[in-house]
């Protein structure tokens, strides 16, 4: 396979750049050279080289999917893993009834054969020498299924450029199990794989007794083989095999030995079985009469559904006349020319698109059955449900319409916001909605599910511990508000002294002396922005550079916490000790910072040459060494790194069963308020 990208283009050019390339003809392709067209803005690919006259080239190859070359991938696969047994093998290209190309691949070798159908273009022949593999939309009949204990189905899984092939044992009542083909084996029985020998066991295997305590009963042998034979009736039935109905009831009608209530229950089940093998037989000639109108009528695309049917669940014991219907609607159909043929096949490909759909709207319907409103959280689900349901169609029933259309009308409205509430919280409330007490949670008020439990609580639920915290919230700014604009005390005047007698002026009033907290409080108030701190006005470098007079921590260690700021050791702030000793330092103080004393010492002194004068720079701060620090000075105390005092849980660890816990999230809020002060 070409690479798509450009530039995995390049390396492939380089490494076949003495190889050509050629439009197969076993893909259905002319045999003309191709050559590799390089694109960066779409995905490159092989294209054939212009005619002589100077025209694009016609190709006759319709597919050009990655599945139309799995033939050639089937037969590449099969002759290793032949030659890794020691076989050589021959292949061959089948085209029974002129089918396409590539639908089946018939591989032979000395002890065996294989005829894989790669599509539903052939169908497949049980009571040949050859067994079939089938792929994985060619279908299969339940008698089928039950009459052979199982068939071999065949994928490939795009892995790369590459094509990779699986082996599938398909059983009935059984899922289909995958293999690679390195793990199956060429047998007796033919192609097996794990799952054979399983299948194979189970039915040879004796049926396991229950053991009981006490003395066994033995069942005489006729009533356990008409126990048996009630079970195989029920089996039939349910699988809708007509040809194993009447089978059991004949053998139940041989039987003899059995008495009493036992008689009378097999009797009820054969004329039960009668009445249902009747009901059979009209649906039976009702799928014939219909596709023998269908014939007449001319309407391929009914016909080839009805085929289909005939195939699944009529395949066996026809009637002559039944027999001439079905052959005649194959000559019909085989009679379509092609532009029919493909409008019907593409008729078909929308009818199974509409089947999925329809399968995936049952799907989605049964995901929501426990919401009843349309959140944030189920925008994908209901988006792809009526996607699927715009392609479903007339497929679905009223019930699921009448559904669809409910979380259409929801989807209209927008999805419904859900608030974060606690469920310890909105427990206590009673729900305005769907009438849950206290202490109960909600339950669903629409859809199929009506009465049931919901997964969360109702929005109107939820909505009033909201409103409640709003409304504190709210009150809350009030009263802050008020107590803002509470007037200041007028302030007390103290007599000034008399004024000497060359002092000319009426004497001033002179305001009480304020306390500190009062003034940066008034400060505040008009605007002004009180000092920095001492960790705030000293660089995290300078921090541990001294000894703390406080603890006594020496330089580069942190400070003892011996005001218990903080759950840790150490405190993530020094002291403030320690701040003011290294705001004192003379090498923190400038020429303008040093007090009068020493600046008039200074002055005092003889002036040094400037070379005494000049200090040696400052290192740079990233070259100074890296300094123990225990954390950011604008730290915030998460609630996992504290210790709960309620369940004594360490830091870093959930708390349980139900947390965090209340107390758990104040601690850490009081670690970071002593932090900031």
């Not at 541990?544 to 020496?554: K, L, S």
């Not at 007090?595 to 701060?621: I, S, V, Y």
């Not at 209340?662 to 850490?668: F, I, K, L, M, T």
Request: with cysteine.
């Amino acid at each position: 396979m070409l690479p798509l990208e450009a530039i995995e283009l390049d390396a492939f050019r380089h490494r076949h750049e003495h190889h050509t390339f050629w439009c197969g003809l076993l893909l259905g392709g002319c045999g003309g050279q191709l050559t590799t067209k390089l694109y960066t803005d779409r995905v490159c690919h092989f294209a054939h080289h212009p005619g002589l006259d100077g025209l694009p080239h016609v190709c006759g190859r319709r597919s050009r999917g990655v599945d139309s070359a799995d033939h050639l991938y089937v037969r590449s696969a099969a002759a290793a893993w032949l030659a890794g047994r020691g076989e050589q093998a021959s292949f061959e290209y089948t085209r029974p009834d002129e089918a396409p190309l590539g639908s089946v691949v018939d591989v032979r070798w000395r002890h065996g054969a294989l005829r894989v159908h790669l599509d539903r273009a052939v169908a497949p022949v049980w009571d040949d020498d050859v067994e079939p593999v089938l792929g994985t939309m060619v279908p299969v009949d339940h008698d089928t299924l039950i009459r052979r204990w199982y068939v071999h189905r065949i994928r490939l899984d795009s892995v790369g450029t590459a094509r990779h092939v699986q082996i599938g044992t398909e059983a009935f009542a059984r899922p289909i199990e995958w293999f690679a083909l390195d793990e199956c084996e060429m047998t007796e029985r033919g192609l097996t794989t794990p799952a054979v020998e399983k299948i194979v066991q189970a039915r040879h295997a004796p049926r396991p007794s229950l053991w009981s305590p006490g003395k066994a009963r033995k069942v005489p042998e006729p009533e356990a083989r008409a126990q048996a034979l009630l079970r195989r009736l029920v089996y039939a039935r349910r699988i809708e095999s007509v040809s194993l109905a009447k089978q059991v009831c004949g053998e139940i009608e041989d039987l003899t030995g059995v008495e009493g209530e036992l008689q009378e229950q097999l009797e009820a089940a054969v004329r039960h079985a009668r009445i249902w093998l009747i009901e059979q037989n009209q649906e039976r000639r009702k799928l014939f009469n219909n596709l023998k109108r269908s014939v007449a009528e001319q309407k391929p695309g009914r016909v080839r559904r009805l085929l289909i049917r005939v195939n699944a669940t009529a395949a066996e014991d026809r009637t002559e006349a039944e027999s001439a219907v079905y052959e005649r609607a194959i000559k019909y159909f085989e009679s379509l020319n092609d532009l029919t043929r493909d409008a019907v096949e593409a008729e078909a490909d929308t009818e199974k698109e509409a089947r999925k759909a329809a399968a995936r709207v049952r799907s989605a319907l049964h995901r929501l059955r426990g919401y009843d409103a349309y959140t944030v959280d189920l925008r994908p689900q209901v988006e792809e449900l009526l996607r699927s349901a715009a392609s479903a169609g007339e497929l679905l029933t009223r019930g699921e319409a009448r559904r669809v259309e409910v979380w259409k009308k929801r989807a209209a409205l927008g999805p419904q916001e859900q608030p974060r509430v606690a469920r310890r919280h909105w427990i206590q409330r009673r729900c305005p909605r769907c009438n849950a007490e206290q202490g109960k949670d909600c339950v669903l008020v629409e859809g199929p599910s009506s009465g049931k439990p919901r997964k969360d609580a109702h929005h109107e639920r939820l909505q009033l511990i909201v409103d409640e915290r709003q409304a504190a919230q709210k009150m809350a700014r009030q009263q802050k508000k008020a107590r803002q604009e509470v007037e200041v005390p007028a302030e007390k005047i103290r007599p000034v002294p008399q004024a000497r007698e060359h002092e000319v002026g009426p004497a001033r009033p002179v305001p009480e002396r304020r306390p500190k907290a009062y003034r940066e409080g008034r400060a505040q108030e008009a605007g002004k922005k009180p000092a920095a701190r001492l960790h705030h006005q000293v660089p995290r470098g300078d921090w541990y550079r001294m000894v703390c007079p406080r603890c006594h921590a020496g330089p580069d260690k942190l400070c003892d916490n011996d005001d218990r700021l903080g759950p840790s050791e150490k405190r993530q702030l020094p002291h403030d000790e320690r701040l003011r000793r290294v705001l004192q330092s003379d090498d923190r103080i400038g020429p303008g910072e040093k007090h009068k004393g020493a600046r008039g010492e200074r002055q005092r002194q003889d002036p040094l040459p400037a070379q005494a004068k000049a200090r040696p720079p400052r290192p740079r701060r990233g070259e100074r060494e890296t300094q123990e620090t225990a954390g950011s000075a604008a730290r915030t105390w998460h609630t996992e790194e504290v210790t709960c005092p309620k369940c004594q849980v360490g830091p870093n660890s959930p708390c349980t069963p139900h947390g965090p816990h209340h107390e758990r999230v104040e601690w850490a809020k009081e670690f970071t308020r002593k932090l900031w002060g």
